[in-house]
């Protein structure tokens, strides 16, 4: 299959561009390069454009005779998304519409969409079932669930086929050490505690020492972005099978705290990691863990490289190589 990686040239996306070629498919990136980078395009073309652009995705799909799209570009920090909002819903959700009418226009039909834990907000409940109620608490995830509807209503009105992939922490790097994180802003903890033992970046904050957890600290469930990247495959050979559009969790059932996180950080360091404790922030729920089963159910798909010693590791080893060759940006 010719795939179109929306945002291939990010962390994620990056990381989906290589399963995909591994898996014997070709990607073809699609990125403004906004946040995304170059060197992380390593599997195909890059055809550099915005989805803000209609027409520049309509040649996309025709110039490579695309089957099938794979759209995780867009905006990523949720505390931006609070301040300015009208940046979350289009360079999330108007640039997807773009995306779906230009797909409509050509044939293209298929397409496996980044979503987010954050669709739910504060759940009732933990691990969360796809089925709990989504009530998003910031623009962010309000703009990821409108898309979610948005592939609903291609769907029934337009004969598509959606996957919505409900990520929740994606973390790690490929172990080969050709790609990894790097967003710059970084807002996301484990780049945030590496970068901060590798004296790069002031001493990680933890948020909260006394939620109703285990050891006081928020606890989230972390996914490998290679376990990601496999996910997207058996996405895409979900939708070439003809099967109906559905959407679910990524993650592994697991939850873990800031301060696990923390401990596998100093496994890996082989030194204590400096830190500061903090009161909680408003709006971060104590815990976020997925009910994972029905992705195993309807993709044949489990977690296998999301341990987070092995998370922290593979991220340890792309964060040094990142300083080494000059890729680490503040
Ligand atoms: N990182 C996580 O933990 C996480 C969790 C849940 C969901 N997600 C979702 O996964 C997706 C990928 O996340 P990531 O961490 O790889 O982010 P990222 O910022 O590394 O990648 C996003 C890519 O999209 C590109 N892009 C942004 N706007 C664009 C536009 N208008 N046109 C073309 N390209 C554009 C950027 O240049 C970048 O390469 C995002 O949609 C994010 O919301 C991420």
Not at 264 to 288: C, M, N, T, V
Request: glycine letters at 10%; charged letters at 20%.
């Amino acid at each position: 299959m010719k795939i179109l990686v929306c945002g291939g040239a990010g962390f994620i996306g990056s990381h989906v561009s290589k399963a995909i070629a591994v898996a014997g498919h070709q990607p073809v990136v699609f990125d403004n390069l906004s946040a995304g980078h170059e060197w992380a395009v390593q599997w195909g073309p890059l055809v550099k454009g915005d989805l803000g652009d209609p027409q520049a995705i309509e040649s996309a799909l025709r110039q490579h005779s695309i089957e099938a799209v794979v759209q995780l570009a867009g905006s990523i920090n949720v505390g931006e998304s609070m301040t300015n909002p009208g940046k979350y819903f289009r360079n999330n959700f108007s640039i997807s519409t773009n995306l779906l009418e230009a797909m409509d226009a050509v044939g293209v039909r298929n397409i496996v969409f980044s979503s987010t834990a954050a669709v739910y907000g504060i759940p009732d409940a933990s691990p969360i079932p796809e089925d709990a109620p989504k009530r998003p608490i910031n623009p962010y995830g309000e703009a990821k669930y409108f898309v979610e509807r948005l592939l609903d209503w291609y769907t029934r009105s337009r004969g598509f086929h959606c996957l919505a992939l409900r990520y929740f922490n994606a973390a790690g790097a490929d172990p080969s050490g050709q790609i990894g994180e790097m967003h710059t802003p970084e807002t996301h903890l484990i780049p945030l505690v590496i970068y901060g033992a590798l004296g790069k970046r002031p001493p990680v904050k933890v948020f909260g020492t006394d939620y109703p957890t285990p050891d006081g600290t928020a606890v989230r469930d972390y996914i490998h972005v290679t376990d990601l990247g496999h996910a997207h495959v058996a996405g895409l050979n979900y939708l070439a099978a003809g099967n109906p559009s559905t959407a679910v969790n990524l993650g592994t059932g697991t939850g873990v705290s800031v301060l696990e996180v923390l401990k596998a950080a100093e496994k890996a360091a082989g030194k204590p990691i400096p830190h500061e404790l903090f009161s909680r922030r408003e709006g971060d729920p104590p815990a976020l863990v997925a009910k994972s089963d029905l992705a195993q159910q309807v993709l044949g798909w489990t977690a296998k490289h999301s341990g987070i010693d092995e998370i922290v590791r593979d991220a340890w080893v792309w964060s040094e190589k990142a300083l080494r060759d000059g890729r680490y940006q503040e």
